[in-house]
């Protein structure tokens, strides 16, 4: 079965420093998406892409962080300043374009610890 | 208490019982989804019910909706060792939009 690849499954970063997470979605899925979970918290939506635009996004996807889909297959979030509240696992999901009927298929994480 | 809450947060069973989670909500949606994590791991899809659905079964899964109380609950039958995972229900509003809002799950342990 098809599945969403992230990478790497762990990053440690200094605060300050920028860090792109890489996400592979399912080859013919048209949405994406980034989730974070901190640590013993709820999964929280970040950002949701289509047709090579965001199409929504949280108060926690502020100028700091932006989506890229620089190819035909990868999918990358990218924090341009990192601080230590941004640790936390990040999701990558793909979907069909149906909503109604079709969910999300999530990958197995990054791991991202700022220092 | 916010879009998606479930209980009990946690629930500790025998092999071979049922276990049953509830999620409530507060806004109207598009459709619900439960899913599973395993420790450290990713999110696992296992069943969605749309808003117009009041039931749902996929294998040893059963899911109900009751959109008046806003609230489904997921009933695991027969449950394995292998079931322990946290379970989640997310929601798809009913406007314009894809997101998931994710409650904040239920910690399943099942005891050989």
């Known amino acids: 079965e098809p599945e969403v690849t992230q990478t790497p499954s762990h990053q440690v970063t200094q605060m300050g420093q920028e860090v792109i997470l890489r996400c592979v979605p399912i080859s013919n899925h048209l949405y994406f998406y980034w989730y974070r979970q901190i640590l013993g918290q709820k999964v929280e939506f970040l950002v949701s892409?289509?047709?090579?635009?965001?199409?929504?996004k949280s108060e926690i996807f502020d100028d700091q962080f932006s989506v890229e889909r620089p190819d035909g297959s990868n999918f990358t979030l990218k924090i341009r300043s990192t601080k230590l509240e941004d640790s936390a696992m990040y999701f990558c999901?793909?979907?069909?374009?149906?909503?109604?009927?079709?969910?999300?298929?999530f990958g197995d994480g990054t791991r991202l610890s700022i220092l | 208490s916010q879009q998606g809450e479930e209980d009990p947060q946690a629930l500790s069973i025998q092999e071979g019982e049922n276990a049953t989670m509830n999620c409530s909500y507060k806004?109207?949606?598009?459709?619900l989804q439960w899913y599973r994590q395993n420790s450290g791991r990713g999110l696992v899809h296992l069943i969605l019910i749309r808003s117009n659905e009041r039931e749902k079964h996929s294998g040893r899964l059963r899911v109900t909706l009751d959109t008046s109380k806003k609230s489904s609950s997921l009933l695991i039958t027969a449950s394995r060792a292998a079931d322990t995972a946290s379970y989640f229900c997310a929601t798809v509003g009913s406007n314009a939009g894809n997101m998931l809002t994710f409650g904040g799950g239920t910690r399943l342990m099942v005891k050989p």
């Open positions: 892409f289509y047709n090579n635009e965001i199409s929504e």
């Open positions: 806004t109207s949606i598009n459709n």
């Open positions: 999901a793909s979907s069909t374009l149906d909503r109604a009927v079709q969910p999300q298929h």
